[in-house]
């Protein structure tokens, strides 16, 4: 009954991280060889790599595209 209650925890851990990330702005500007780089969107910093739009099996909601790249 323990290991249940434990994963159903950690399960719901998971996916709580992977629903509530959210969408933040980065301010444009220029870069150190004087291009100017324009504003854009990106996950808000946390610890996991779960829910970053580049990771495979999420998607871009900005651009539409698919993640490429290994959790690990």
Do not use: E, H, Q
Request: charged letters at 20%; one cysteine or more; glycine letters at 8%.
């Amino acid at each position: 009954m323990k290991k249940i209650f434990c994963l159903a925890i950690i399960t719901l851990f998971i996916l709580a991280t992977n629903v509530f990330a959210r969408t933040v702005s980065v301010k444009g500007g220029l870069t150190k060889s004087g291009s100017y780089k324009p504003p854009s969107y990106r996950t808000s910093p946390n610890r996991t790599k779960l829910d970053n739009w580049s990771t495979k099996g999420n998607i871009n909601p900005m651009t539409g595209k698919k993640g490429t790249k290994n959790i690990w």
